[in-house]
């Protein structure tokens, strides 16, 4: 498959591919502001990814068994980008973690039960400061670091915003990054900074896409 946008396409996620793109997630966030925080006990970068890989295949598995969707791009046959979104009306924090606690003994084991405090903590704060509007939230998006700069993850955001555009429920699409690059990256394809939170201590900018 060729770089260009208009070559690039989406797929859904299904639960045979969610492995693989959780892999991958976990290389591209390795150095990602609130995932080091997250797993700061591991300082070594491949530890983390090995961490992180992990923590997004209980995200996955977590957001499967909520019925909310995931979206990737393949190239070779290797998911190669991803986003993990909720739909507008998402199952409440406490529901999702009722609905993952079977991940919980695998995923202490493998990053420690602090690492997972420090994640549900922050992800606690995020949930209480989404937009009173309906949306759909990208929770995550993450391009293999050796496909970056090939307009996959613009492919993943215009995908989202055609879905968003498509449903009169919704009025766009909510993100937060912690990397300060990515504002005008995520500026640049219609999002607008509505605020900053600070989960784990970790400044973070909330975005969003208005599509109607």
């Not at 295949?57 to 190239?75: D, E, H, K, T």
């Not at 973690?97 to 039960?113: D, E, H, K, T, W």
């Amino acid at each position: 498959m060729a770089g260009s946008l208009t070559q690039a396409t989406v797929v859904a996620l299904y639960p045979e591919l969610q492995n693989q793109a959780a892999a991958m997630l976990g290389r591209a966030f390795v150095d990602d502001p609130l995932s080091r925080a997250i797993v700061s006990h591991l300082g070594e970068a491949s530890a983390r990814v090995r961490a992180l890989e992990h923590l997004f295949r209980a995200l996955l598995a977590i957001n499967r068994r909520s019925g909310q969707p995931a979206f990737g791009i393949m190239v070779d046959r290797q998911v190669t980008a991803a986003a993990v979104t909720e739909g507008a009306g998402a199952a409440s924090m406490f529901a999702a973690v009722v609905a993952g606690l079977s991940q919980m003994p695998r995923l202490a084991s493998a990053i420690g039960p602090n690492a997972i405090f420090r994640a549900m903590s922050g992800f606690r704060v995020l949930a209480a400061n989404h937009p009173a509007e309906p949306h759909i939230y990208l929770q995550a998006l993450g391009v293999d670091p050796g496909h970056q700069r090939r307009h996959l993850g613009s492919a993943l955001l215009e995908y989202l915003r055609l879905q968003a555009s498509a449903r009169p429920d919704v009025t766009g699409v909510y993100l937060e990054t912690a990397t300060e690059a990515n504002v005008a990256y995520y500026s640049s394809r219609g999002y607008e900074v509505i605020g900053e939170v600070y989960p784990l201590g970790v400044r973070m900018w909330r975005m969003y896409q208005r599509t109607r």
